[in-house]
Nanobody, 121 residues
Framework: VQLQASGGGSVQAGGSLRLSCLAS????????????MGWFRQAPGKEREFVAR????????YYADSVKGRFSISRDNAKNTAFLQMDSLKPEDTAVYYC???????????WGQGTLVTVSS
């Protein structure tokens, strides 16, 4: 499975961005619908951290406390794409954002290349 993240950029605090993650290819006969999708981020000098994840149907979502109420994860299985809507952005949200796919719950095995989000105050 190959993942391509896009949509990053520079925005002022309080602004919004929408990240996309397009999946292609297959592994072990699985299709996009067979994967849980997630977003992670890594700020300069810090370890990568979990941001959000969504189950195959889109009915179950989970968020890090730091983004609850501001970020929203979704997916369009017909388009093999996952999204991360980021609102009310803060400077501390500045990071490289990675999308990932998990064949089993919370077991992320496939990673995209990352997209940079910069939030200025």
């Amino acid at each position: 499975v190959q993942l391509q993240a896009s949509g990053g950029g520079s925005v002022q605090a309080g602004g919004s961005l929408r990240l996309s993650c397009l999946a292609s290819g297959r592994a072990s006969g699985r299709t996009f619908m067979n994967y849980e999708m997630g977003w992670f981020r890594q700020a300069p000098g810090k370890e990568r951290e979990f941001v959000a994840r969504i189950n195959w149907s889109g009915l179950s979502t989970y968020y890090a406390d730091s983004v609850k109420g501001r970020f929203s994860i979704s997916r369009d299985n017909a388009k093999n794409t996952a999204f991360l809507q980021m609102d009310s952005l803060k400077p501390e949200d500045t990071a490289v954002y990675y999308c990932a796919a998990a064949p089993f719950t919370n077991n992320f095995q496939y990673w995209g290349q990352g997209t940079l989000v910069t939030v200025s105050s």
